[in-house]
């Protein structure tokens, strides 16, 4: 018994320490040269006790690249759309779990274990700062670019582009759509996040696998 106890101890210790340095040291290690470019994107960070979304202002250039989500039923040209906002993760338990209150065991055990990955996109109209929930970043007109490819190259496509997942939606104003790889917890949907925040120049931690240690390490290198 006190084998099991040191040894349920020296992993939550080793799991704190991970969490710690994935926080703390900066990914990227050194921070590449600026190139001068005006700040002229603002891009912000949802996020809830589990989970972080990437809100992106819909403009020209946004619906371009996104414009297969109009045949699949959402509006995103609507002028009251002020933001599309994406996610990633695990199939199952994100499209299982709406709300806390429909929490079924299945779908969290495949959500902590292996699981197909999914995208999920919403529409927003304008979202207020400051806000507790709500991190905002101002990015150059290529690192936005950079991002939306990013974003752009998550979906799993097949011959006719992305590949919604037919009935999968919360309500009027969202869609899954099949990602590209697949979702683990240790690489979640805020180790997403904070790739995407990468791509678009935004420092992260070295790991962030919680909300909160990704906030920490946005606030710090940022």
């Known amino acids: 018994m006190k084998r099991l106890f040191r040894a349920c101890a020296a992993f939550v210790l080793l799991a704190v320490l991970a969490v710690a340095l994935g926080t703390?040291?900066?990914?990227?290690?050194?921070?590449?040269?600026?190139?001068?470019?005006?700040?002229?994107?603002?891009?912000?960070?949802?996020?809830?006790?589990?989970?972080?979304?990437?809100?992106?202002?819909?403009?020209?250039?946004?619906?371009?690249?996104?414009?297969?989500?109009?045949?699949?039923?959402?509006?995103?040209?609507?002028?009251?759309?002020?933001?599309?906002?994406?996610?990633?993760?695990?199939?199952?338990?994100?499209?299982?779990?709406?709300?806390?209150?429909?929490?079924?065991?299945?779908?969290?055990?495949?959500?902590?274990?292996?699981?197909?990955?999914?995208?999920?996109?919403?529409l927003a109209g304008p979202i207020g700062e400051p806000n507790p929930v709500v991190s905002g970043f101002d990015v150059s007109e290529a690192e936005f670019s950079a991002l939306l490819t990013f974003i752009r190259d998550s979906f799993q496509d097949d011959a006719r582009g992305p590949t919604v997942i037919a009935g999968a939606e919360y309500g009027r104003y969202d869609r899954f759509y099949e990602a590209d790889g697949t979702f683990t917890a240790l690489v979640g949907c805020n180790t997403w996040t904070a790739r995407g925040l990468r791509e678009a120049g935004i420092t992260t931690g070295l790991w962030n696998p919680l909300p909160l240690t990704l906030k920490w390490s946005l606030d710090l290198y940022n």
């Not at 996104?66 to 699949?72: I, S």
């Not at 990633?88 to 429909?102: C, L």
């Open 24 to 122: 703390v040291i900066p990914r990227p290690l050194l921070s590449s040269a600026s190139d001068g470019a005006a700040k002229t994107r603002r891009i912000l960070v949802l996020s809830n006790p589990i989970h972080t979304d990437i809100a992106i202002p819909v403009d020209g250039k946004v619906l371009e690249a996104f414009g297969f989500l109009m045949p699949d039923g959402l509006p995103i040209a609507d002028p009251n759309v002020a933001y599309l906002v994406f996610g990633r993760g695990s199939r199952e338990f994100y499209i299982a779990t709406p709300t806390w209150d429909q929490l079924k065991p299945m779908p969290l055990l495949k959500g902590l274990t292996l699981d197909r990955a999914a995208m999920h996109v919403s």
